[in-house]
């Protein structure tokens, strides 16, 4: 989901408390605060020697030991306005990172109103092979026939 229509879903239902929806579908701790708004560039080149970029907003979620705390949707689109200074626009892809025995980053799949709640669902995010994925679509074959187009 692009930081523009996570802004506007929360604008549209400012007295909702978010709930992150894990992608095995437990919740990250209602009383999680969202501690930074970043701007992720990540530069790369595979293995096959082509080199590419992408850049996500990426929303760090910490919990605490407020137990008290909640999020409601009209300080979280308050927060997100306040990342606008660190992003260059708001059509990027946003990621919510947590930190359960690992820190992990999960993208944000969909946002739903769900009564007093707004469920944010997280996705999977997955490594995959760009090379190979070059190789599949330059011809049907099988990946790696050549040491050029792969590792």
């Known amino acids: 989901m692009k930081l523009f229509d996570l802004r ?4 549209k239902h400012p007295n909702t408390f978010p709930r992150f ?8 701790p ?7 708004v970043g701007h992720v560039a990540n530069n790369f080149i595979d293995c096959g020697g082509v080199t590419g970029r ?3 907003v990426l ?11 909640r999020l409601r949707s009209d300080r979280f689109a308050k927060i997100l306005q306040l990342g606008e200074r660190v992003l260059p626009h708001d059509q ?5 990172e947590y930190d359960c025995c690992v820190v992990a980053q999960y993208p944000i799949a969909a946002v739903q109103a769900s009564g007093e709640h707004l469920d944010v669902a997280l996705g999977k995010r997955r490594t995959q092979c760009l090379a190979n994925e070059r190789r599949k679509t330059a011809s ?3 990946c790696c026939t050549s040491e050029t187009a792969c590792c």
């Open 8 to 11: 506007a879903v929360l604008e």
């Open 21 to 28: 929806i894990l992608p095995d579908g437990d919740y990250i």
């Open 30 to 36: 209602a009383h999680a605060h969202v501690t930074e």
């Open 59 to 69: 929303l760090q979620t910490h919990v605490g030991g407020d137990t008290d705390h």
């Open 92 to 96: 990027l892809e946003v990621e919510v």
């Open 54 to 56: 992408s850049e996500t």
């Open 140 to 142: 049907a074959g099988a």
